[in-house]
């Protein structure tokens, strides 16, 4: 019983680290805390549900994160980017209306009724693992999650690119003077952020079922997870994912009755003991 | 702007407000109609609470839903237990909430920014999740039916339930909060909190004591939007976890934004104008919060003052011809 909770609860981490590490870069480099992560999350898995639909699981992996960075482009150029100078306050609501707008444009296109995407048949299969029968699956959602968080952190630590999106996330005013285009490289860092948004989605997909309301509760285990590592630091989003992730599954075996609070309550102790969060808030 | 405001004034709106929401209930005969009001009137009460914050504060909440659902929440369990009359009930979720959010204010006002967001955003969703699970206590997901008693502080229920009395005791809850924060804000307290919203460094240099004012201000804030839910628990008899959840509270701040903010008005128009529209626009009612959405972000770009702001400056040249009155002079310099 325990081992298979932690063994989920590894799964749901792996899933956070992709969701959030899109979040955090979002606010390292725009410092707009998205609402609307969540629902480019489930616009995400309902892309992916017809283009899988079309032609295969392997596509829309890749299919769905592309049109994803590009309404990631989109937003940054036309919302973020405009109103950059303006209070983050004000930034969060504009993702508020945002995330009312892509919730509509979901139900709308998709319906309302719940739908599923079949696993690979690559990974339709049980594994047998430590004893335990676990579909082949969620192995694979384990997989995703380290590529992802090894990938985002040899472009961030070894390439030039990296580097200036690390500097551009300190100081964006000394960066620019330095002949980086910050504007340029935040719209390619938010457009990799939605884009990881609808990769978390397709990879969801065939695990959770999709419905309309699949948004918001991932919106808010983000957020605990963000603000948990430091909001924008993206090591202590990898470790806060893992971390939420194992709080939930092995709470619900000791405290079956309290688990649905403890990521608040340990929101709220991170917040309250150090507001910058575990890491501070560099990417 | 507010600064204006003497108590005399203030005095003379409230009844000009009660006297033309009498006109309404007398006049208004449709209860669909009477009732859409009521509900628009209560969410306009939530809106105030959570404007106060950001006027006074500068603090955006995404947690007030937990005080909305405790209204409906402390009565109900209250009165299902038969713990004690419908009227105490209400007295102790009124005064019992107001103690709750000035003890938790002098945790949570340390936050800054952000931060302070995400916090009640994660105070709010406990509340939720509580409500949600606890099924012993609070029915879970089911909600709890309210049972009201046959007779409320004297007066038959059938006759409070009545949908014109309803409205009206609504509106006048409203227009008395709002005249009350008017005073409040026009008093010293109200320009103490403005100097530390506007730089609390510099006010605590000068000598004033930042924290306390701050947690009032919340603490007003909690307990307005508290009024709401208990409204609210008396209007459905009934009360559910999904009054508490987060986007509760963010369709209450998309209000305060859409009406505006820096005028106590403002965020109960903008509920009150939510709620109209989302009646007119009729067959597109389904893609009502989309359009909400829109609405909200072309307010933020384009007049970030909202409509209470854009109403305000059509009446400015107005107001800008006429001298300043001794009273305001007075309180002017009282301030610095």
Redesign the interface.
Known sequence: MLSINIFNGLVYGALLVVMSSGLALIYGLRRV?N?AHGSLYMLGAYLGYTVASHTNFWVAQVAVPLLMGLLGLALDRFAFR??QD?D???V???T??????L???VQ?VWGKSNLSVPAPDLLSASVDLFGMSVPAYRIAVIFFGLVVAGALTLWLRYSKMGLFVRAASTEPTITSMQGVNVDRLSGLVVAVGTALAGLAGIIAAPFLSLSPSMS?DVI?DS??VV?TGG?GSLSGAFAAALLLGQVQAVGAVYLP?FA??LP??L??AV??WR??GFAGNRV | MSRELTNGRIAGGVALALAAGAVVALTVTSETVLSLLTQATIFAIFALGVGILLLQNGMISFGHAAFYGLGGYVVAILLERQLMSAEMALVTAFFGIALFAFLIGFVVVRVPGIAFGMLTLALGQMFYQVASRSRNLTGGADGINIPWPDTLFGLDISLLTRQDAMFYFAWSGLVLSIGIVAALMASRFGATTEAIRDNEERARFIGIQTLLPRVLIFTLSGTVTALAGLMSAFQTAFVSPESMHWSVSGTALMMVIIGGYRYLWGPALGAIVFFMSRDLVGDFAQHWLAIFGVALIVVIVFAPQGISGALARLFRRKAAVRPATPAVIHKLKERT
Request: no cysteine; aromatic share 10%.
């Open positions: 805390v609402f405009p109103l303006r983050p306050l004000t969060i609501l504009v508020f209306g945002l995330l009312l707008v919730e509509d444009l709308t918001s808010i957020f605990v603000v909001l009755e649905t609070v608040y309550v929101m709220m917040l309250l507001p910058a």
